[in-house]
């Protein structure tokens, strides 16, 4: 699978994330990644991934910041909204409404 920017342009922040997540895709072979740039200072970022199956959302976090930990201070400061879903609750989730359908940003 791919790692999908999905909505504008990339910048070099949001390569520098997409080459961190690279492993994590290579861990995880059946993760879904999206990431996009929200405002110039905020950068949302998605996976479903059915390894977080009866995961806390402390656990997940902790599992991906594994991943996201080498990235620069700029990057990990621009990380706004980080959404970790299983396949099951993309349905229910008010946060991946919010990365489907994002409210417009002013900045």
Partial sequence: ??????RGT????LEEIRTVLVSYQRD????RID?????????RVRIVDSDFS???KKERHNLVWK??????????ADI?????????????SMSNLEFEDPVPSGL
């Fill in 1 to 6: 699978m791919t790692i999908n920017i999905s």
């Fill in 10 to 13: 990339t910048d070099g922040i």
């Fill in 28 to 31: 995880h072979p059946s993760a």
């Fill in 35 to 43: 990431l996009y740039r929200q405002n110039s200072a905020s950068v």
């Fill in 54 to 56: 009866g995961m806390s």
């Fill in 67 to 76: 991943y996201l930990d080498p990235i620069s201070e700029d990057a990990q």
């Fill in 80 to 92: 706004s909204m980080l959404v970790l879903l299983a396949p099951t609750e993309v349905e229910k």
